[in-house]
């Protein structure tokens, strides 16, 4: 009977264990990921960019609403030269 406590006690732990993790990982990382892929694409899609300094640029994109429709109600971002396109 101490065998099958222990491995109970064991399934316990481990399934805390990856519940934290998932937490961990839905709370601080996921998001991280999603602005860094929401930037992306933004800075793909971007037009009306400025000369920046080399580097470094500002330009405008186009983004979908709720209904994922795309408007285009100019939003700005900051764009490294090698990530917008500049059209």
Known sequence: MKDATG???MTAVAVVAIAAI???FSTMVWPQIRTNILRSSYCANAFDCDEG???VRTCHYCKNNDDNVETCDQGTITCS???SKGR
Do not use: Q, R
Request: proline share 0%; glycine share 16%; net charge negative.
């Open 7 to 9: 491995e109970l006690s």
């Open 22 to 24: 998932g937490v961990v």
């Open 53 to 55: 300094d080399g580097s």
């Open 81 to 83: 030269s090698n990530d």
